[in-house]
């Protein structure tokens, strides 16, 4: 089945440790993105792709790193996970950065203790 | 700053009609967007407003009035199905999409 595939879907980390949370996507689009979501405030950006090799800052990114190597693949790291960052991270794709539909994968349920 | 307002939480019955409001102010505004979020799970797309206007899906409906910096999200025959959260969201002149915080909309029987 086409889609996003995100994992883990819930993680437990002590702060100071580091993460990768990893995103695959099969529907070989350009586009993808990392938000967080939490209670009361809406989704935001972390950081995006345009297209594979290319990576660019979005609302939040402090604390977070990405990659894209190749148009499947876009792993998000916490290099040293502190408490602020327990959240719902998802990862989306689009077929181009002006699409009008993003999809998104089931989540990832992140607590840093 | 850019900012995107909508109702915390509405409550409806079965069988009935609600709107959920929202309104925008964006740096830059190409095209706005609904989605449903249930709970525990991804959002899913629903529809899309560049131009003035309503756009009709089936038993969902959404209003755009960019003079206004307005939207509104219309669900007809309410299902229980329909409880969720439906979030708004704005693509600003960086195409990217800026969110508000999500109604949740609760149906009662």
């Known amino acids: 089945i086409a889609g996003i595939t995100q994992a883990p879907t819930s993680q437990i980390l002590a702060a100071g440790r580091r993460m990768t949370l990893r995103c695959t996507q099969d529907m070989r689009h350009n586009a993808m993105y990392w938000y967080r979501q939490d209670l009361g405030l809406g989704l935001r950006l972390i950081h995006y792709?345009?297209?594979?090799?290319?990576?660019g800052k979005g609302e939040v990114p402090d604390g977070y790193s990405v990659s894209r190597a190749n148009t499947d693949d876009f792993p998000l790291t916490l290099a040293s996970a502190v408490p602020s960052q327990t959240s719902v991270y998802f990862c989306?794709?689009?077929?181009?950065?002006?699409?009008?539909?993003?999809?998104f994968g089931a989540g990832t349920r992140l607590s840093v203790l | 700053g850019q900012n995107i307002d909508q109702p915390t939480e509405m409550t409806a019955t079965e069988g009935a009609i609600v709107q959920i409001n929202c309104t925008y102010q964006t740096s830059g505004f190409n095209g706005l967007f609904w989605y449903q979020q249930h709970a525990g799970e991804a959002p899913t797309f629903l529809s899309y407003n560049v131009l003035d206007g309503l756009e009709e899906k089936g038993r969902f409906s959404s209003f755009l009035s960019r003079s206004k910096g307005y939207s509104y999200l219309l669900l007809k025959e309410l299902q229980m199905k329909d409880s969720a959260s439906y979030l708004c969201a704005v693509k600003d002149s960086n195409y990217q999409l800026i969110w508000g915080a999500g109604t949740k909309l609760i149906i009662k029987p």
């Open positions: 792709s345009n297209t594979a090799g290319t990576t």
């Open positions: 989306a794709s689009s077929e181009s950065s002006d699409s009008v539909i993003q999809y």
